[in-house]
């Protein structure tokens, strides 16, 4: 069943969700690393998820029309406990995999907004997002030599 966002109220909503969610992630992500390096990485993202959050809430309330109607059941990812990961590479793996999640919200939700202010912010958060799985990747490339 495809699950649509019908207000831009609902749009926000589902993006604080997800940025709680992530920053949980990589907060429980961070318990479970044994390098420094990547234990401080996760760390820093789960931070770096709460600013995408607060960001957001700045958006409650705001009035802004959705040109289009938006599926987002395809962005809803986080539904994973960290246990089930065998190794640092399934990790970065999601990690990555979230986090391309994460893009192609923030860049879909730019093409339908009607408020020229929020869709740059969502370009920027489409960016940001951009930057964390550039960093997972370089992890993930550590891991494999």
Known sequence: MKKLFDSYEKVIEFAIGHE??????????AKKMITPEVRDL????????????????KEIGKRCELEAGLNHSKYDILKSDVNIFKSRIEMF????????????????????VNDEE????????AE???????????EYNECLK
């Open 20 to 29: 709680i969610k992530a920053s949980q992630l990589y907060v429980d992500l």
């Open 42 to 57: 996760c760390k820093e993202l789960a931070k770096e998820e709460l600013e995408h959050k607060e960001r957001l809430e």
């Open 93 to 112: 793996m999601f990690a990555m995999k979230k986090e391309q999640a994460s893009i192609q919200l923030y860049l879909d939700l730019a093409k339908i």
């Open 118 to 125: 929020s869709r740059q912010m969502f370009v920027r958060l």
């Open 128 to 138: 940001e997002e951009t930057e964390h799985k550039r960093r997972f990747g370089s």
